[in-house]
């Protein structure tokens, strides 16, 4: 009896900590903020310097200098990253920016074309990787961590000439790439994202012109560049471990594009997650479970024979492959925007395949939505997938690679923080009361920047940048405020209604 009582105190008081604790919305003293940016869209000096001894402009021309340059039709305001927010000279500044916010780490990538001129490693261009040098050092004097993505959707035009990621050859030049970053930037860069969000190039870019390269190879292009960056990813994963990891004891994941699938209808216990298996699965479980998803392979391949091809469109991953991606990750990169409902194709019941997984996904009219067309503000989704990452991938540490809200570019930016608030809320309720293993998390963006096919009109950061002014002027939004007092309370803040609420800045 004595023993049921104190068991029933230490559970009530154990009750009270975990809860309260959620209640007060505290980050663990080990949680990492940050936030991220890419190459293309913030650097700029996009042909900035020319080789002292070939003559040849040492930043060679990317897939993304290539397509903007000949094809501005594509981008929703005829606008490219020329010079974006001229990062390359204003790095300085950048930091400066990361550390008044408060933030512990920095998600930046590396322009492929800049430290390998030639797309090859016969030329290093020594002001590419210097450039490099400088920003990481930078920021290791300002006490922040860089985390670098060794590929952000720019790799040199002179390689999509050749296929870019429809060649298996990609594979090995995407090794050597790496090897370069590895050896001039591992004794500082400890951690490395190889490759981002593959899901949305590959389809984006092999099946649809959204994306650079724009080429559309219908049903065969995605899947081939996929099976390509796994086995990219894969190699460099190996590589490192042979090569690298002994001295400069680094981790290395990929940052996947997440995407939270649920069921349109509760009766249907099956479309969501056969949606999974192909949205998230398809790159995903390659890398945790060691093959593409079991019903990915059986309906491609079905379908594929009732189109007449002669084997499935899904190229097959041999033992010798698995092996080499299977496990290939120290870390689950997570972008997780947004959400959408699955339900199944009707038109499957007389048999005609609109689509491989068969699953309609549609975002729900009633949730309210950002700038960008298909970002819809949905908070309980980022639980829902995070701990779907938990039980699938039995709880891999997770870092939150990507999350963000885009605007028109308000400086009093209330429905930004909100969502902030919203997805922070969501993510401590599954790092703590459901136990999932999440690390650290990166804000998209640190700057208001090149947004691809949208231009310039769809702003993610919690910085604006003024692109009319030669000088690319920065300036700080209301969240920026929002997050320096997250950061130096290592708890979330309520969230802003109206100006007379606007936070002072610590430095105002
Ligand atoms: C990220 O894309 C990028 O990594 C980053 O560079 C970008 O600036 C940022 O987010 C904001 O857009 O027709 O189903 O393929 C993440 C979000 C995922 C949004 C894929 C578009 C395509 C819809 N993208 N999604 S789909």
Known sequence: MDCYFVALIICLVLATVSCCDIVKLTFPSGFRFGAATA??????????????????????ENVWD???????????????????????????????????????????????????????????????LQYYKNLTAELVANGIEPIVTIYHWDHPQVI???????????????VDYARVLFEALGDTVKKWITINEPRSFCLLGYEDTQKAPGKVISGIGAYLCMHNVLKAHGKTYRMYDEEFRDVQQGVIGMAFSLITI????????????????FEV????????????????????????EAQG???????????????????SSDFFGANLYTSVLASPDPDEELGIYNSDSGIILEANSSWSRAASSWLYVYPPGFGYTLRQIRDYYDNPPVWITENGYSDKGELEDYDRISYFYDYLRELLIALKRDGCDIRGYAIWSLM??????????????????????????RSSKLSTAWWARVTSTRKLQAVPTNSNARIKLPWE
């Open 39 to 60: 190459s293309y869209q913030i650097e700029g000096a996009w042909n900035v310097s020319v080789d002292t001894f070939y003559h040849f402009p040492d930043k060679g």
């Open 66 to 128: 290539y397509w903007t340059h000949n094809y501005p039709g594509y981008i929703a305001d005829g606008t490219n990253g020329d010079i974006a927010c001229d990062s390359y000279h204003k790095y300085e500044e950048d930091v400066q920016l990361l550390k008044s916010a408060g933030l512990d780490f920095y998600r930046f990538s590396i322009s492929w074309s800049r430290v390998l001129p030639t797309g090859f490693t016969n030329v290093i261009s020594e002001d590419g």
């Open 160 to 174: 999509e000439d050749m296929g870019g990621w429809t060649n298996e050859l990609m594979v090995d030049w995407f």
């Open 262 to 277: 649920l069921s349109a209808n509760s009766s249907d216990t099956v479309s969501a997650d056969v949606g999974f298996q």
């Open 281 to 304: 699965g398809w790159n995903t479980h390659p890398i945790y479970i060691g093959d593409y998803p079991e019903i990915m392979k059986t309906r491609v391949a079905m379908i594929s």
């Open 309 to 327: 091809y002669p084997r499935s469109r899904l190229p097959e991953l041999t033992d010798d492959w698995i092996a080499i991606i299977n496990g």
């Open 448 to 473: 208001d920047n090149f947004e691809w096919q949208d231009g310039i009109a769809d702003k993610f950061g919690i910085y604006s940048v003024d692109f009319d002014d030669p000088a690319r002027t």
